[in-house]
């Protein structure tokens, strides 16, 4: 792996490399993003916009 701030690689011994660790930070990515897309979900479809999104909306069109 790559230090995204650094962009160094990780030393071959460093926790990062690890398969287990590897696995357990893609198992929370995907459990954080199946969080995301459930709240987006119940506050998004089936709910009328607000005047300030429908203005932002015709803003938006206009611009193109």
Do not use: C
Request: glycine share 8%; aromatic share 8%; no cysteine.
């Amino acid at each position: 792996g790559v230090d995204p701030y650094s962009g160094e690689r990780f030393a071959s011994d460093s926790p990062y490399q690890q398969a287990d660790t590897v696995r357990a930070l893609h198992l929370a990515l995907e459990g954080l993003t199946k969080l995301r897309r459930s709240k987006a979900r119940k506050t998004g479809p089936g709910r009328p916009w607000n005047e300030d999104e429908e203005k932002e909306l015709l803003r938006e069109f206009d611009d193109k």
